[in-house]
């Protein structure tokens, strides 16, 4: 499975700081956006955590097969699928003693979404409302569930459009790493094709272009010959519509294309 990656991170139009981190580990089609929460510099830190967390457990898997896991191989989940979701544990971990050692970061978290790809298929796991989403035969298709109080509300009342828009609390988050001790990862399994895009994102994205937009300008990247290949130039165009649409959150994505 031969892959082409990018990913482009933004403060976006009204934040200070930019509290997102991404990581790109090609060498094990690894992928993983994080959006930081906490203030000052606190949500910074801890999606860096995040990030550069899975990216060492799975450098350091690799590297020794016999490496001891810092958590049990859950039943029911192949090899790769456990350890996506060991890796996400782990950085749930050492944000959370982090917070603990140092009183100016209690309080810190962060979502994350990561997708592996493997000879057997691809698995998205994640944690919070960053979101991955799959383009295929010119469709979006979002992969992910949010973890947040607003789409927990939507599983059990019909809202309309405005309703939504209107929701208190909709910014709220049910689950993320840092907030206990243990988290509860979700994972899927994926089919991936030839020519696939996946984009993972924060929601500094997801929620500044509706997804049938994103849709719009996938299809629009991807019917022009000369960008075919160009997926840093589909990031930026994601990212530059986002902060063009008020930009109110940091904006991070990362996208996959499946070679043909």
Known sequence: MKLIAAGVTNVGMKRAHNEDNHIL?????????????????????????????????????????????????????????????????????????????????????????????????????????????????????????????????????????????????????VRALGMKDNVQVDVSRLEPLPNDLYLLCSDGLSGMIKDKDMEVLCQNWQNDAGKADDVEGLCHDLVATANKNGGTDNVTTVIIKIMA
Request: charged share 25%.
């Open 25 to 173: 580990v090609p060498e094990e089609n690894l992928f993983v956006v994080a959006d930081g929460m906490g203030g000052h510099a606190s949500g910074e830190v801890a999606s860096e955590i995040a990030v550069q967390s899975v990216a060492d457990f799975f450098k350091m898997t690799t590297a020794d097969e016999e490496q001891t896991w810092p958590y049990k191989e859950e039943k029911g989940l192949k090899y790769e699928e456990n350890r996506l979701v060991a890796g996400i544990k782990l950085a749930n971990r050492r944000i959370f003693e982090t917070a603990q050692a140092d009183v100016r970061k209690r309080g810190m978290g962060t979502t994350i979404v990561g997708v592996l790809f493997t000879n057997n298929g691809a698995y998205v796991g994640h944690c919070g409302d960053s979101r991955a989403y799959r383009f295929r035969n010119n469709q979006l298709e979002m992969l992910t569930d949010d973890h947040s109080l607003l789409n927990d509300y939507l599983k059990n009342h019909k809202l309309t459009p405005e309703e939504i828009e209107a929701f208190p609390h909709k910014n709220v988050i």
